[in-house]
Nanobody
Framework: QVQLVESGGGLVQAGGSLRLSCAAS????????VGWFRRAPGKEREFVAA????????YYADSVKGRFTISRDNGKNTAYLQMNSLKPEDTAVYYC????????????????WGQGTQVTVSS
């Protein structure tokens, strides 16, 4: 079992930056792929970014490509989501998730989820 805890959310003005962290425990972090997802009010949960076990493979939603960067530090059992040039439409609860071995973009394929962290971008 892998437990995930997100942190780093908050309120920021449009154009600003935030870095989210996802701390993992209870498993072998280097054996899991990690994804970031978000759910805005009244909308479905959507894929944001994902990273493979070694960090060599990364994937992004078109809406965040060029602005967000996903990374991981297996020595610290932590994944990150650096968010730059934030827009009001990025406002959502952000979740990190993990699954064994292969990185995918569908939230249905992820077994382990954090509790979420709120990101609010004001205009």
């Amino acid at each position: 079992q892998v437990q995930l805890v997100e942190s780093g959310g908050g309120l920021v003005q449009a154009g600003g930056s935030l870095r989210l962290s996802c701390a993992a425990s209870g498993g072998t972090f280097s054996n899991v792929a990690v994804g970031w997802f978000r759910r805005a009010p009244g909308k479905e949960r959507e894929f944001v970014a994902a990273i493979g076990r070694s960090g060599g493979s990364t994937y992004y939603a078109d809406s965040v490509k060029g602005r967000f960067t996903i990374s991981r530090d297996n020595g610290k059992n932590t994944a990150y989501l650096q968010m730059n040039s934030l827009k009001p439409e990025d406002t959502a609860v952000y979740y990190c998730a993990a699954r064994s071995w292969v990185v995918v973009m569908s939230p249905k394929e992820y077994n382990y989820w954090g509790q979420g962290t709120q990101v609010t971008v004001s205009s």
